[in-house]
């Protein structure tokens, strides 16, 4: 008996590096698993049906139920007829886990607005598009059920070169958080990953040059199978962040902050000589 015993889990961008490892153990642990990749390259420039096709017949051939689909999660009609793939071959939705992505890394002043939106479309219009459908669809059945997004530290500290990236996964935390809120009451849990992981969108990075070999896919999938299982209970609109063995969580904090005396509001001079104060956790 598995974590996630005849579940149905759609995975989108499962068909290489965290989301193929994520729908194989998603597989292992009995979850009959909707593979989505559209098989572009790291840019999301051009299209292949054999990555998705390729994992769904390795969690078959491993004992395992599958279906490849190769739609664009950021459009609505490519997220429509993902989620009728899950519905027409499985019979419902239990478990969305958006995971999705591409990079177009350009410094701010270089970026142009082909970059940003490209990136913005997939990571935070698609995680949108996704999740909405996906709380939909699982409202229909009754209510109950998992959404595990993807968020990143990036989004979460800044990154340099990565403005329409970052933008996109700090984005995707308000959605995380926004949509807990909101779906709770269908007893649906949103929570958010923050992956650190050698993939193909992160091989060439320098921290991944030195032989970092705990930071791999393999490493990250089993946060998302514990989102996306019961073992999750009613935690929701967390951030789990994995990076390799360490896991931590990601929150923000507002500090104790400083009050002025009086009425009057604070002057710009006041706030600068009280800033130490001001920002101190």
């Not at 591409?102 to 995680?127: E, P, Y």
């Not at 070169?161 to 849990?189: C, D, M």
């Amino acid at each position: 008996m598995g974590l996630v015993d005849q579940k149905v889990v759609i995975v989108t961008g499962a068909g290489g590096g965290i989301g193929r490892a994520e729908a194989l153990l998603f597989a292992k642990e009995g979850a009959k698993v909707v593979v989505n990749d559209m098989g572009g390259a790291r840019d999301g420039t051009g299209g292949s049906e054999a990555a998705a096709a390729k994992v769904a017949q390795e969690i078959k051939a491993a004992g395992g139920t599958a279906v490849p689909n190769f739609d664009d999660i950021s459009t609505h009609e490519g997220v429509s007829k993902l989620i009728s793939t899950a519905v027409e071959t499985f019979g419902r939705v239990d478990v969305m886990v958006n995971n999705a992505g591409i990079l177009r890394d350009k410094s701010l002043l270089k970026m142009d607005l082909v970059m940003w939106d490209a990136v913005i479309n997939v990571h935070l219009k698609g995680t949108f598009l996704c999740t909405q459908a996906a709380a939909k669809q699982m409202v229909s059945q009754g209510g109950g059920g998992r959404i595990v997004n993807t968020t990143s530290v990036s989004g979460m500290m800044g990154n340099f070169g990565q403005a329409n990236y970052a933008a996109a996964k700090a984005g995707i935390y308000g959605l995380t958080r926004t949509a807990a809120i909101e779906l709770q009451k269908h007893r649906i849990t949103v929570n958010a990953i923050a992956p650190i992981a050698k993939t193909r969108m992160t091989e060439d990075l320098p921290m991944f040059q030195s032989g970092m070999d705990s930071l791999t896919p393999d490493h990250i999938a089993p946060a998302a199978l514990f989102l996306g299982s019961e073992l999750c209970a009613d935690r929701t609109g967390h951030v789990l962040a994995v990076a390799g063995q360490q896991m931590y969580a990601f929150k923000v904090v507002q500090t104790p902050g400083k009050f002025k005396d009086g009425t009057a509001p604070w002057t710009a001079q006041e706030i600068g000589d009280h800033w130490e104060s001001i920002i101190k956790v």
